[in-house]
Each structure stands twice: as C-alpha cells, then as structure tokens.
C-alpha cells in the first residue's frame, strides 16, 4: 500500500483542502487526513466535529482515512508506516515555512515531504480568513462544501447567542 498523509488545523476543512485531499487520492492508494491538535489554539470546532466533517466530505474519494494526532508530525507518519507528506502551496509567502518544516521533517526521520500547487481558485483561502468573512456575516459558501458552510454560519450565531 502506497500511504501519504495530508497534516492540518482544518478549522474548519475548505475547498482548497478538498482540492489537494483529492489530488493526494489519486496519487496513493491510502490517504492519511492528520488533524493535528494544538493545544495552544483555541478552535472554531472540536477536533471531533472537525473530523466528521472532513469525513463526510471526503468520503467520495473513497481511501481517505481521517484521525486526530497530538504531537509530531513525523511520529505519526512513522507509526503508520507513511513514507511522504502532501502540502499544498498557494503562493511564495508559504514556500519560507513549508520548506523549513519539509527539512526539519526530513532531518528527523527521512519523511519526505512532496507540494502540491493549489488550483489558482483558491490561492487566497484559508480557513482563518473564511472564519472572519463569516464572522462579519460575508457569504464564503462557494469556498466550503455545503455541510461546512452551514455548519460555520450555525456555529458563529450560537457564539452570538
Ligand atoms: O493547517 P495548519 O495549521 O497550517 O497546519 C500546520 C501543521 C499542523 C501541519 C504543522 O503545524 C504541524 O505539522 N504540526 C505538528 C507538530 C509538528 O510536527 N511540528 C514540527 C513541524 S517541523
């Protein structure tokens, strides 16, 4: 079986995710979605609805498997026999971090780590900026899956009270 591991916050999971989960899937026989807890950040969603969402939307492609992992990166991939890590790069601002957390990871354990370029559509997306646009009530539908989206206008009205 040829694994790779898609790492990430997603906070929530947006279109750009999907569109990098899915290429991932066409590339490898398994799919590894790491939701990576930190413990620093306080989230939008549990970590435990963020995984039922990335689940329901990734369950099209059909060789995703999705888990929670606190701690690092490279013990998670080495504990599953994972070989190589997908990211994907939206433009040269990510290129500074990716690649020293790509040697760091390296220098570790041998993982390497493969970037994939995001589709132009969705350069500018992530899911901080998506959760402020909706905040402030901006419409940020064509950027989720529907189940996201709606989940995200529920969630900010229940903080509003
Ligand atoms: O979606 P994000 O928050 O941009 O993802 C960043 C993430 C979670 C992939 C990165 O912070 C990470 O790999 N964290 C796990 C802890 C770890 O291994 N840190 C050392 C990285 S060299």
Known sequence: MRRAVCPGSFDPITN????IIERASKLYDVVHVAVLI????QGMFTVEERIALIEETCA????IE??????LLVDFCRERGIPAIIKGLRAVSDFDYELQMAQMNHG???VETLFVPTSPTYSFLSSSL???VAAYGGDV???????VNSRLV?????RRG
């Open 154 to 158: 529920a969630r900010i009205a229940e």
């Open 130 to 132: 998506v959760k402020e």
């Open 108 to 110: 570790l354990s041998g």
């Open 16 to 19: 750009g995710h999907l569109d």
């Open 66 to 71: 999705v888990e929670a992992h606190s701690g």
């Open 38 to 41: 930190n413990r620093n950040k």
């Open 141 to 147: 539908s064509h950027l989720l899956p529907e189940v």
């Open 60 to 63: 099209p492609y059909g060789n």
